[in-house]
């Protein structure tokens, strides 16, 4: 499986290590976390684009 696997310039650490990563693969959209890469998250776009919105809108800003 060829997968292109995208992170945030914004990710922590010198190896970028903690950092979440994206792909799209087959209409669906992919995360996982780069320090545990087997385990994957499939959603959609429109389920991404809503946590997305949320996330700019400060919802989870007590988690972080």
Not at 10 to 31: T, W
Not at 38 to 52: G, M, N, Q, S, W
Request: hydrophobic share 35%.
């Amino acid at each position: 499986m060829d997968i292109q696997w995208r992170k945030s310039s914004k990710s922590g650490g010198q190896d970028h290590a903690e950092c979440l990563e994206l792909a799209e693969h087959n209409g669906e959209i992919l995360m996982r976390e780069s320090d545990n890469p087997d385990v994957v998250i499939r959603t959609t776009r429109a389920k991404l684009r809503a946590f997305l919105g949320g996330a700019r809108e400060g919802e989870f800003d007590d988690l972080a």
